[in-house]
């Protein structure tokens, strides 16, 4: 079967590219940027290495978050001639926490053809290989660099109950931990995808307070990308099934009190809640 794929004139491609292995572009994906006039990139100097790999030699044009606006009329002018251009990112899918948005969005509204070349994306490979759930995830990009506003993030995904996928930097790592530590206590499932495709490529499950003892053992485990996954929260009407069912059975063998405690211990939900529905339930008992 033929991978040769002819490019449209006056069309752009959006080519996935390698977050780690090479040999993870696709033979669709080397066609298309062996073919087109110019590939718009990121940062030339990273992606002259793919190329020079590939051995494509095509001209780069840059656009990255602080010139993008201004590089929109020239990239269209050059459609407009009927000249192909590929845009690709420094790994993974471009537009996933890359620049691109605006771009693509111009296009569209101007009609010109916007064709996406499918491949690598760290965050579906992560997610792949987790072993969190699968059906239902969100994407949150980055955690803010400062605390307070890493912590507001956080505080608002306190009760999702989908899985939750960040990215996040070697820089940052530790204070995002610590943060999820103070957020979600030990409640949640998490998963540190890290060097995805490359040599020393890990996953680690535990909590936020495990992760961070885990780091803590060897500073070099804390180099390197990583993509952050979150087991979600359990959804309210299956905690009250889970914490009274708990207690029921607690209350047949130990003094209340005792009881209330470890049904918190375990279930990691308020005291105030379960002590007031351990109450109701002595109520009705002696009735």
């Known amino acids: 079967m033929s991978t040769r794929y002819t490019v449209e004139p006056g069309s752009c491609y959006i080519v996935a590219t390698p977050i780690g292995n090479l040999g993870d572009m696709t033979a669709r994906a080397v ?7 110019s590939i718009v990139a990121e940062d030339t100097r990273h992606s002259k290495k793919l190329l020079q790999y590939l051995q494509i030699n095509k001209p780069l044009i840059s656009m990255h978050e602080h010139n993008e606006a ?4 020239y990239l269209c002018e050059l459609l407009q001639q009927g000249k192909s251009l590929a845009l690709i990112s420094d790994a993974g899918t471009p537009l996933i926490s890359d620049p691109g948005y605006q771009f693509v969005t111009a296009l569209r509204q101007q009609n010109f053809p916007v064709i996406p070349i499918p491949g690598a994306c760290a965050l579906i490979t992560a997610l792949s290989a987790a072993g969190l759930a699968t059906d ?40 995002s931990l610590q943060t ?14 890290h060097e995805l495709t490359k040599l020393y490529e890990s996953f680690t499950c535990g909590t936020a307070v495990e992760l961070l003892a885990w780091l803590e053992e060897d500073k070099r485990r804390a180099q390197g990308e990583f993509i952050i996954l979150i087991g979600g929260a359990k959804a309210a ?13 607690l209350l047949k063998e130990l ?14 939900l308020r005291r105030n809640k379960i002590y007031e529905y351990a109450l109701q339930q002595k109520v009705n008992s002696t009735r």
């Open 255 to 268: 003094p209340l009190k005792q009881a209330v405690q470890l049904t918190c211990d375990i279930t990691g």
């Open 70 to 73: 201004m590089r929109i009329d």
């Open 31 to 37: 066609s298309v940027l062996q073919q087109v006039d």
């Open 136 to 175: 239902r995830f969100i994407f949150e990009g980055f955690l803010a660099a400062k605390t307070e506003k890493r912590r507001k993030h956080l505080m608002a995904l306190q009760n999702e109950t989908r899985t939750v996928i960040f990215y996040e930097s070697p820089h940052r790592i530790i204070d």
């Open 237 to 249: 009407a299956e905690e009250e099934q889970d914490f009274e069912k708990i207690l029921s059975v």
């Open 180 to 193: 999820m530590q103070d957020v979600f206590a030990d409640t949640r499932q998490i998963v540190l995808a």
